[in-house]
């Protein structure tokens, strides 16, 4: 389980992120939504451990991200916004670096490594050093490292940023057959994304939670276009009471 409790971030008298609470449980796949510079990628910083909070905390599998943090990361896979990686690595050594610092070792190692690998279609780059890599093969490198080590969390900022449509749809579905025994949060401003593969939807801005429902409820208020709802709470207007958050 993923847990939020007033969860705040603050740089001088600016409010990045304002008093978030939320829990999330696992085969859910949560698509927390806002426009650019509505705090997505600064909570998720703060509920991995990269980004301390001004106040509140997060908790993964029971384990506090401030005061037990290790156990915490443990639990979970994380592919941040941008995918940064050692260029000068290829994806071959990148993983390997990522299977020691998960611990992996033996025949779960060789399996795990061959699977991730497969799933994301990296064979034919695996020789080639990151940096020579187009943006979609570095997104991909980015995903088979928070999916290496077969976390109980997936934490995914931007998932299917700079992927083509088929490659897009692959990993979509691979988020749906990940969902059945994992909590997955994806951070998005693309709206597609959570019409394609989310459970629960939640919609901030300014750092507050706006609305928390299931994308069908909410593009049944927008007439079945998710856009329009969109557009409408983060610009100021109004949902029904039962799909406001509280």
């Known amino acids: 389980m993923l847990e939020t409790k007033g969860l705040t971030k603050r740089y001088g008298r600016h409010t990045v992120v304002d008093d978030l609470s939320f829990t999330c449980k696992p085969g859910e796949v949560l698509g927390f939504l806002g426009p650019n510079g509505a705090g997505?990628?600064?909570t998720m910083k703060m509920v991995t451990g990269f980004v301390t909070p001004s106040t509140g905390t997060a908790s993964i599998c029971g384990h506090d991200i401030l005061t037990d943090t290790l156990a915490a990361q443990r639990h979970m896979g994380y592919l941040p916004e941008g995918?940064?990686?050692?260029?000068e690595m290829t994806p071959r050594q990148f993983l390997d670096f990522v299977a020691d610092v998960r611990g992996l070792t033996g025949i779960d190692r060789r399996q795990r490594l061959d699977e991730v690998i497969s799933l994301l279609h990296l064979a034919p780059v695996l020789a080639q050093s990151i940096d020579t890599l187009s943006k979609g093969f570095k997104r991909r490198v980015g995903l088979a490292q928070a999916?290496?080590?077969?976390?109980?969390?997936l934490i995914?900022?931007?998932p299917t940023d700079g992927l083509d449509p088929n490659q897009k749809h692959e990993v979509r579905q691979l988020i749906r057959s990940m969902s059945e025994d994992k909590l997955i949060v994806i951070s998005t401003h693309i709206l597609e994304e959570v019409n394609a593969v989310c459970t629960r939807a939640i919609i901030i801005a300014n750092g507050?939670?706006?609305?928390?429902?299931?994308?069908?409820?909410?593009?049944?208020?927008?007439?079945?276009?998710?856009?329009?709802v969109f557009r409408r709470v983060t610009q100021g207007g109004d949902l029904p009471e039962a799909e406001v958050a509280t």
């Not at 507050?208 to 329009?228: C, E, F, H, M, Y």
């Open 40 to 42: 997505k990628s600064t």
């Open 83 to 87: 995918a940064p990686l050692y260029a």
């Open 147 to 153: 999916i290496l080590h077969d976390p109980d969390v």
């Open 156 to 158: 995914l900022d931007e």
């Open 208 to 228: 507050r939670i706006l609305v928390d429902d299931t994308p069908k409820n909410l593009t049944d208020q927008g007439d079945g276009d998710l856009d329009a």
